[in-house]
């Protein structure tokens, strides 16, 4: 689930995420930009894994690392809470 204060704006096929108490800008590329979309509080990590190897047409190891490793990426920043 997306942590409070941090605001998201799609450029194009981007993502950019402003997290407003610091004034700190983050900027996700496509993949990652769906995958905040599916961050929405309704999904568990499983869901978004196979949402996005289906939509991207990739092997689930690979989407399962990727995703993993991004969804910690976000949490150490503070843009997403544990409820994911």
């Not at 799609?10 to 979309?37: A, C, H, N």
Request: aromatic letters at 6%.
């Amino acid at each position: 689930m997306w942590a409070q204060g941090v605001v998201g704006e799609r450029v194009d096929d981007m993502m950019i995420l402003l997290k407003l108490p610091q004034g700190s800008y983050f900027t996700l590329d496509e993949v990652g930009r769906r995958i905040w979309e599916l961050c929405d509080g309704t999904k568990r990590v499983v869901e978004i894994i196979s949402a996005i190897g289906t939509e991207y047409d990739a092997p689930l190891e690979t989407v399962e690392a990727d995703v993993l490793e991004l969804l910690g990426e976000l949490q150490a920043e503070g843009l997403l809470t544990d409820g994911i």
